[in-house]
């Protein structure tokens, strides 16, 4: 079934149906989310969706492919043999970012499957996430090859990256609003101007090989 739905012609009625279950599995997790009103907010009938892509856990695999595939592609597309260890870490961690700023109702469907351990996780998105870690511990290797970077799991690395940039993304407004009142958030306490930023400076002290 995924392969089929991964072929499958990306035509303005798919990619409605996408937005819209995008919207309602960020929104109501996957056991909430019903293929019914999916049909409805997308402006088609329950069998269109079943013809494009299938049923709820198809779609679901679908809506998380789109997006991690395509993540995956630009790692691999955006890493070079000529850039430096640390320019390819850069790129990735931009591309994370990028990922998570343009795909808003991609976050809290992330921290569902996390709080879960996984259990409604596609394997499709599983062979996305696999890719990127595979991207990502070639640079790893490169580095440490150069004597540039010390030997690192790429699974850390990834998650200390990932970590804050999706919970900020959920969270600014908020800190933002309570930052304002002196007696909630002490005044020395402030929110990184570039969320950005702080996270490459931080990955930047896990990889970086300590000179003596």
Partial sequence: MPDRQTQTKKTEVYRRIVRA???DFSQKGYAGARMDEIAGRAKVNKATIYYHIGD???LYAQVLHDVFGAVADRMAECIHDDH???ENLKQYVLTLADTISNNP????IMMREAASGGKNLP???IKDFGRMFSTLAGILDSGH???VFRKVDPIVVHLS????LVLYSRMEKTFRRYARDPEVVPQEIRLPENIVETVLESISNIVKLKKD
Avoid: D
């Fill in 84 to 86: 430096t260890p640390e």
């Fill in 105 to 108: 109702f991609i976050p809290p």
């Fill in 123 to 125: 394997i499709l998105a």
């Fill in 145 to 147: 090859q150069r004597g």
């Fill in 21 to 23: 279950a995008t919207r």
């Fill in 161 to 164: 990256a990932l970590g804050p």
């Fill in 56 to 58: 709820k856990k198809a």
